[in-house]
């Protein structure tokens, strides 16, 4: 899903002022790809958190909007990268969440975002462990993301 999501935003950059067809690209990616970016769930709060309490893991939220340039440069960049590919799907149950359709603005109004992208650790029930707002770097994000274990750990 990513790999279609980083294609889109190249295509949609390389022609900002054309419209593009997002079926049309959709349809024309292999199936079957995988990457060794984070693998979110999609806009489904109530999946991540049953995932998060049977695995035991954290759940990192990302709150983005579709016309954030930070959050399409996390999206394409940052969420790409191998070791933070890795480090998050191992430690993590992770959810994407568009600030402005479906469940995204129940979900903003919840973690109380002011500011895109907003990041967000919580416990398995949703309870808040750790926040930022705005784009991280490959070292940045993997830091943030240490500190939410280190942080839980110190609470048990």
Known sequence: MLLKILLLSL?????????????????????GTTTDAIQFIEQDWNLAKQRAMQENKLIFVDVYASWCPPCMLLKTKTF???????FFNQHFVNISIDAEKSIGPQVARYFGVTAYPTLVFT????????YAMGYMGTKD???FAQAALDKLSATK
């Not at 022609?15 to 292999?30: A, E, F, G, M, R």
């Not at 790409?80 to 890795?86: E, F, L, M, P, T």
């Open 11 to 31: 295509v949609v950059w390389a022609k900002p002022n054309s419209y593009v067809s997002v079926h049309t690209i959709v349809q024309q990616l292999p199936t």
């Open 141 to 143: 994000i993997l830091k």
């Open 123 to 130: 416990d398995g029930a949703g309870k808040p462990v750790l």
């Open 80 to 86: 790409q990268n191998k070791k933070v590919g890795d």
